[in-house]
């Protein structure tokens, strides 16, 4: 697992498919200039990073304790 939160760039660009050191220096420093991402799909709100990388990469990426491989719908409540 990755945890996009605490990975350093060489982790992110030897570890995720997509990723080489330009695209995981801009992880690290909008990580940086922003906080921790708060959800896996956060990823794409840094510049290089689109759907189709975080979606590639997915089952391998955590924020946290969490491990993000939900595949339910966003709309999908757990409030009861």
């Not at 801009?26 to 290089?48: C, E, M, Q, W």
Request: no cysteine; hydrophobic share 35%; aromatic share 4%.
């Amino acid at each position: 697992q990755v945890n996009i939160n605490t990975a350093d760039a060489v982790h992110l660009s030897q570890n995720l498919k997509g990723v080489g050191a330009s695209k995981a220096i801009a992880i690290v420093t909008y990580r940086s200039n922003h906080g921790p991402f708060k959800t896996v799909d956060d990823l794409v709100n840094v510049k290089g990073i689109g759907k189709k990388i975080v979606d590639d990469n997915r089952l391998y990426l955590s924020v946290g304790n969490d491990i993000a491989t939900s595949n339910k719908p966003s709309n999908e409540s757990s409030i009861k």
